[in-house]
């Protein structure tokens, strides 16, 4: 069994893996930087630190998150931090990692973003690899 934070995305339940979890927080204000990556919402101080903050909508290929959306995931890829934008978090529970099921179809974003499953209430819910929706960084997880 493995440690599991379920969050949701676009109203959908996800499994984040506990060890890609540095915290999770609510953010203060973002500053938008400008050419970035549609992706990066902006930059915001966290801690006496700076971290980039991905809208998770649209690096999933769907509507961009809420304009006050505050809620975020941070993550640590190669010594950056990334707030990592979510609708809500529920808890952190153990599950077994299972495949992906032959008959689940995944589009899009959640295609690539998505490694494995886990059941929660006889419910599958998609395992989101924080890495595979970072801006250029998804090729360092195939």
């Given at each position: 069994?493995?440690?599991?934070?379920?969050?949701?995305?676009?109203?959908?339940?996800?499994?984040?893996?506990?060890?890609?979890?540095?915290?999770?927080?609510?953010?203060?204000?973002?500053?938008?930087?400008?050419?970035?990556?549609?992706?990066?919402?902006?930059?915001?101080?966290?801690?006496?630190?700076?971290?980039?903050?991905?809208?998770?909508?649209?690096?999933?290929?769907?509507?961009?998150?809420?304009?006050?959306?505050?809620?975020?995931?941070?993550?640590?890829?190669?010594?950056?931090?990334?707030?990592?934008?979510?609708?809500?978090?529920?808890?952190?529970?153990?599950?077994?990692?299972?495949?992906?099921?032959?008959?689940?179809?995944?589009?899009?974003?959640?295609?690539?973003?998505?490694?494995?499953?886990?059941?929660?209430?006889?419910?599958?819910?998609?395992?989101?690899?924080?890495?595979?929706?970072i801006p250029g960084l998804a090729s360092l997880a195939?």
């Amino acid at each position: 069994m493995e440690l599991f934070l379920i969050a949701h995305v676009a109203g959908r339940p996800v499994a984040i893996e506990s060890a890609q979890v540095d915290s999770v927080v609510d953010l203060g204000d973002t500053v938008a930087v400008p050419r970035a990556e549609r992706t990066v919402r902006g930059l915001a101080a966290l801690r006496s630190r700076v971290v980039t903050v991905i809208d998770t909508g649209l690096a999933l290929g769907l509507a961009p998150m809420p304009a006050d959306a505050r809620r975020a995931v941070i993550t640590r890829v190669e010594g950056h931090a990334y707030a990592v934008l979510v609708d809500a978090l529920e808890d952190v529970a153990s599950f077994d990692r299972l495949p992906l099921s032959p008959g689940l179809a995944l589009r899009g974003g959640w295609a690539r973003a998505g490694e494995a499953m886990v059941e929660r209430d006889g419910e599958p819910v998609l395992i989101l690899d924080l890495v595979r929706i970072i801006p250029g960084l998804a090729s360092l997880a195939a």
